[in-house]
């Protein structure tokens, strides 16, 4: 398949996505105004732009920034860190500040993300939630959707402190879990028991659809700044949602007791969180549309890939089946050769800290790791899946697009 070739085949399905591409607009001008006014109603000036340094007291651009935070996602409080290192690290913050020794930790979406296995105890660890003596356990979903008899007889003979409920897929086969199926569950437990409190990983959920997990009664939402909300400019840090007797359980846990979110400097960063912000909308649409691009693209060339392109998505993430080795390698190597940043590196399995198998990531990115920026990776393992995401433009994630197929059948 000649280069040329791959052009007009990617360009002659683009024309057929008008109406995918549609409603995609329509929630990025929804997301747009929610930003706007939340930064018109907060008074954002460029005052809040200043760098503290020290112990960070008074930062008026942090407090903004999370008032503006609460205000998207209709939450009481929230807390946006620099100091949280990624995603993950939020997330284990949250569990260490939520859970004490004899409680009980369920997740309801099945296995979590390889990074929480030594977190949780799954993986044995001297630092995890398990040697402090916090349990857990697990309720896989069945036909991607929650197991609802199963969660309500264990939720009656068991006391569950915390319900962990993982949206986006992580390095599984299973769909990525919409809000019409978190907005269900959710109501489900709260009827049997309200007192539970239920955090939702959002990692790469953010602005895909326009109801939100706070919206749908959830306690706790936690996610990244490398991914949707960074908007690609967010150089690192993570947020957290929800009603604030947990968000100040969470301050707590990451500075010290007594201090909590009265301290943490900015360092300069509150201008790059808020710019990120206020391109997350155009961003995350964006990625939506490259993903919806290449699922229509590598059907035609006879390869699975979901979601579907006119399904509904939970997440920017689109997984590509290739089912032998050989081809994930290639494709994951075209999209770092359709890269801004080292271009000319060949990515090449290896073993990544925090997971059981090699894993082959393409992350040519301005941000190292920066998952809303186009990349791509995947576990060296059956059925050799590509989880690809991001997008930083439209145009650039097409081009990458092009880039990923041209490596596939030519090189």
């Known amino acids: 398949m000649t280069y040329e070739e791959i052009v007009k085949l990617v360009n002659d399905t683009e024309l057929e996505l008008t109406n995918e591409f549609k409603e995609i607009n329509d929630t990025c001008t929804f997301y747009s105004n929610k930003v706007l006014k939340a930064f018109q109603n907060n008074h954002l000036s460029e005052a809040c732009f200043a760098e503290t340094t020290g112990y960070g007291y008074n930062d008026i651009g942090r407090e903004k920034i999370e008032k503006i935070f609460a205000e998207i996602f209709n939450a009481e409080d929230a807390i946006v860190r620099n100091q949280f290192v990624s995603g ?30 030594e977190v949780i105890g799954i993986v044995d660890n001297p630092s995890s939630l398990k040697s402090f003596g916090i349990k857990y356990d697990q309720i896989d979903l ?72 706070i919206d749908a009664g959830a306690d706790v939402v936690v996610g990244s700044l490398i991914k949707n909300l960074g908007g690609g400019i ?40 808020l710019t990120g912000l206020f391109l997350a909308p155009s961003v995350v649409a964006s990625s939506l549309k490259t993903a919806v691009l290449t ?24 997984n590509i089946i290739f089912n032998n080795e050989n081809d994930l390698i290639k494709y994951v190597q075209g999209i770092q050769a359709g890269s801004p940043i080292d271009s000319d590196a060949i990515p090449l ?25 186009l990349s791509c990776d995947g576990p060296i393992r059956p059925p050799y899946v590509a989880y690809q995401q991001g997008g930083l433009t439209y145009e650039y994630g097409k081009l990458g697009l092009i880039s990923a197929i041209n490596y596939l059948k030519n090189k």
């Open 88 to 117: 993950s690290h939020a997330l284990a913050k949250t569990l260490f500040a939520l859970l004490r020794p004899n409680d009980l930790l369920l997740s309801i979406s099945g296995l979590p993300y390889d990074t929480l296995h």
């Open 142 to 213: 069945v036909n991607n959707d929650f197991a609802y008899e199963i969660i309500k007889e264990y939720l009656e003979n068991n006391t569950v402190k915390v319900i962990e409920i993982q949206r986006s897929k992580g390095y599984s086969t299973r769909e990525s879990l919409t809000m019409d199926k978190i907005t269900k569950v959710i109501k489900f437990i709260k009827d049997i028991n309200p007192e539970i409190i239920i955090m939702i990983d959002n990692c790469y959920c953010e602005m895909v659809e326009k109801v939100n997990p």
């Open 234 to 273: 967010s150089p690192n840090g993570a947020y957290v949602v929800g009603k604030t007797k947990y968000i100040d359980l969470i301050g707590e846990s990451l500075t010290l007791p007594g201090e909590g979110r009265e301290v943490g400097p900015t360092l300069g960063i509150s201008k790059k969180i």
């Open 295 to 318: 699922a229509k693209v590598m059907e035609k060339l006879g390869y699975q890939s979901f979601p579907k392109y006119n399904e509904k998505r939970a997440d920017i993430v689109e």
């Open 349 to 373: 399995p290896w073993d990544m800290p925090g997971y059981k198998d090699q894993v082959i990531m393409a992350a040519g990115c301005f941000t190292q790791g920066s998952s809303i920026e």
